[in-house]
Every structure is written in structure tokens, then in C-alpha cells.
């Protein structure tokens, strides 16, 4: 039986117990350092854009799509998006090449798919897909994942396809401060509206997913950080670190510094918290967010085999989005218990 676990733990019995959640859907833009001034044209872009994807999961979960396909769409229509730092607007190694890496995760089975530093795979996150399906393997990189992708009929394209003259403008001041990880420009004279955005803050997408036949699913999408090493991996294909799903507990997207997200196998620790100790979801990833990572790490959206959703983190602001069968819909960057656009 399916039911909404408390959020908090200090809920009443009869509000933890009261409704049943079918289904439901978490998913990330990326953490960070979000200045609350940015420009509201661009802010507007985020919250529709997250609204766009959180409705495509939510009518499709509704009409009893499985967890996988739901995962894998969604995180397709935000590569596609060049605001998120995943598949086309991915950001810059300091080769000025591109290199995404990507991952799925099938709650029911523990089977999973992964690819890291592939440079001309449109939606990694397909080709992940494959990998876990369609091959006896879990992470393929580099160039035996792009000859993986032909054998796969994945569609591959021109580096160019993933070019926006704003991850370059990005890759260019993380030069001049010899930083993967900038300070962040708070600057309102800036003449790139997009800088205050930028800078320290982690574009990679991710979702979390529960169908309603109680199966979880989660997948992540991103093109690393900013002016990392060419050949730097980080947290996102890397199951356990930036994504896990077992329908025993929860399905996990992380999103920050990724190499904070490896060592201490993040997604990982907060479905075995929960499985171990009982913990619900949030208890779960408070200790590992705000306990085991340092301040500005980044976060996690999750959700639960009961429906639960957990979106937290502990850096500035985390692009984010959560939806369920019982009405829930909404679309947020900064404090955790807000909403900049519900229904
Ligand atoms: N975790 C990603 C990485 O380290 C970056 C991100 O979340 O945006 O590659």
C-alpha cells in the first residue's frame, strides 16, 4: 500500500496517514548560488521551463507511464534545454571541448545504466538508458560509448550542437580566476544578465520518479562543471553517488560539487539510511545534506516507495520541481518552503 510518509517527522498520525499518493515525480535543474537578483525575465524562463518538464512527467505518471520512460523523457526535454547545464547549453571544459555524463536507475531490480565523457551523444541520458538495457555493463566512457551509441542507434551530433555562447562567456571568467568552481559575481551591473546564475552554480538536471504500480526510477544529465580538467568525471554517472533507486526505499538525483557527492556515495547513503533505520525520505537526506556535506555542496530531489518527496540542499538555491497524484505542483529556487509556482 502506498502512502504519503510524513514529510516531517513531527507530523500527526492522521496527516501522515490521510492521503494515499498514487504517484509522483522530484526533479532538479541544479544547485547553487542563485542570486535573488536575477533578472525576471531569466527567472521566469527557470520556473516555466521546470513547470513545462514537471507537467510532462505528471500527465504522463497520471496516465500510468512506467517510472523509466517517465525518468528518461523528462530528463530528455530539459538536455534539450540550453538553460540547464545537460546535453545542448552543457558547460565547458577547460579543452573547450564538451563532455556529458549521465545515468538511470531501475528501482525494481537495481539495474543501471551509465555513461561519462561522451562528446557527441545528443541525449546521454537515452544512451544511459541503453547501456543498462541493452548491454551486460553499467558505465561505458569515452569512445567505446559513442560506438556503443552507434550499435544503439542513438543519435549523435557535432560538438557545436552543444555551443551557447553563454557557457563560453562562463568558461572565460573561470579562466581568468583559474577556478572550476567560481565565487559568485553578485554584480547588478553586469552586462550578462545569465552571470549571476552562472557562477558557482551547478546546471546538471536530474528526476525521481514513482509510478503507480510502486516502482521507482531516477536519472541525472549534466555536462560536469565549469572548466573542469578534460577527462574529469564527476557524481552524475556514477551510481550511488548521482543516482540511486531501489524500490525498497527511494530513488536519489544529486546535484553539486560532484567529487563532495562521490566520497561520501550520496544517493546511495540516503536510500540505505532510510532502509536501515527507517527514517523517512527527508530525515534521511537532512543527514546526509546537512550533516555529512559542508555548507554549499549542493542537494538532492528525491522521492519514496510511500510517495514522500524530498528536495533538499544546502547551498543558496536549487532549481527544482514536485508533483503527485494527490494535487501537489510546484516549481522552485531558493528557501526550502517556498514555491514560486504551484496550482
Ligand atoms: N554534480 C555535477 C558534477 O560534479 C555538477 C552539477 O551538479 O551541476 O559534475
Known sequence: MLFTACAESNQSDSETFAERVEYAIALHGGAGV???DID???????????????????????DGADALDVVEQVVRLLEDNPLYNAGRGAVMTNAETFELDASIMDGRNLAAGAVAGVTTVKNPITLARHVMENSRHVLFAGEGAERFADGAGVERVE??????????????????????????????????????????????????????NGNLAAGTSTGGMTNKRFGRVGDSPIVGAGTYANNKSCAISSTG???????????????AIMEYTGASLNEAARIVIHDKLQPGDGGIIGVSHTGE??????????????????????????????AEASR
Open 34 to 36: 542563485i542570486s535573488r
Open 40 to 62: 525576471p525575465e531569466i527567472k521566469q524562463q527557470y520556473v516555466d521551463s521546470l513547470a513545462e518538464a514537471l507537467e510532462l512527467g505528471r500527465s504522463m505518471l497520471a
Open 159 to 212: 560538438q557545436s550542437w552543444f555551443y551557447t555562447e553563454r557557457r563560453h562567456q562562463q568558461l572565460i571568467r573561470a579562466r581568468e580566476r583559474d577556478e572550476v568552481t567560481l565565487d559568485h559575481d553578485d554584480s547588478a551591473q553586469s552586462m550578462n544578465p545569465y552571470q549571476a546564475i552562472d557562477d558557482n552554480k551547478y546546471g546538471t538536471v536530474g528526476v525521481a520518479v514513482l509510478d503507480r
Open 257 to 271: 560539487t560532484g567529487e563532495e557527492f562521490i566520497r561520501h556515495a550520496v544517493a546511495f547513503q540516503i536510500c
Open 309 to 338: 518527496i524530498a528536495m533538499i540542499f544546502n547551498s543558496r538555491g536549487m532549481f527544482r520541481g514536485a508533483a503527485d497524484s494527490n494535487g501537489r505542483f510546484e516549481v522552485a529556487i531558493w528557501d526550502e518552503n517556498e
